[in-house]
Nanobody
């Protein structure tokens, strides 16, 4: 019953902002040691990496979003965020959250987790 759940998607005007959240829950100990990633998939295109954040909060972004998107995390809430600003129509996609090597509550197993996605539509 381990889950990653994305939220915060919706319709936004070009140039607008949106904040996505990704919350982990279930039989896990913590995401604090895990690298978290945001991915997106636009209509008719393959899934692409948007950015990542490590356990020590080092971030990396795709060139297409660099300077506009910011990834952050709140380990106490088992949550990672994607703050999106200066949104463009080409940012329209389903956004997915990923967690790498998440320990279970017993800390005897490690899981890779994917969320089900949240749709972001940038249009006037």
């Amino acid at each position: 019953q381990v889950q990653l759940v994305e939220s915060g998607g919706g319709l936004v005007q070009p140039g607008g902002s949106l904040r996505l959240s990704c919350a982990a829950s279930g039989n896990i100990f913590s995401i604090s040691t895990s690298t978290m990633g945001w991915y997106r998939q636009a209509p008719g295109k393959e899934r692409e990496l948007v950015g990542t954040i490590t356990s020590w909060r080092s971030t990396n972004y795709a060139d297409s979003v660099k300077g506009r998107f910011t990834i952050s995390r709140d380990n106490a809430k088992n949550t990672v965020y994607l703050q999106m600003t200066s949104l463009k129509p080409e940012d329209t996609a389903i956004y997915y959250c990923n967690a790498d090597r998440v320990p279970t509550l017993s800390r005897t197993r490690y899981l890779e987790l994917w969320g089900q996605g949240t749709l972001v539509t940038v249009s006037s």
